[in-house]
């Protein structure tokens, strides 16, 4: 199986994911609790800053909670595989494990995971992917 992408999400589904990821885990913690003007009078400083009302956030919980459960579980042992619970050759056990954890709530659990995007991209890797393919004009 060892570099052979047999998952039931594509890689340019992987590969927006990481890019949402990533947009999410650039936000900043909020410097104003109740801001009393809009974003475009602040110089659009608040869509860098996490708010309860997150749209990136609430896309990429959409998205995850959209998935079958056959791509949820193949996400989350993705990024398992990425943070270093072994390697490409063991995907069928960290696999497995993955299927035997998934409930409800695999998107909340994602989105908690520091550094997603870059477990993603490291899982990729491990199976010959990057997202550098995709994203000249392919995502």
Known sequence: MSGTWNLSLTPETVCYLI???REFD?????SELNPASNAT?????????DQPDD?????????ISDMNEDEQIDLVALCWLGRGDGN????ESIRADAAEAHNERTAAYLL???LLA?????????????CQD?????L
Do not use: C, N, R
């Open 19 to 21: 890019v949402k990821a």
């Open 88 to 91: 490409v050759d063991d995907w």
């Open 118 to 130: 870059d477990y993603l991209e490291e899982a990729m890797s491990q199976f010959g992917e990057s």
């Open 134 to 138: 995709y994203e000249k004009g392919h």
């Open 26 to 30: 650039v936000k900043d913690v909020a």
């Open 41 to 49: 009078d602040d110089s659009m400083i608040s869509v860098l800053e």
């Open 55 to 63: 749209p990136v956030e609430s896309e990429l919980a959409s998205i």
């Open 112 to 114: 908690g995971t520091p």
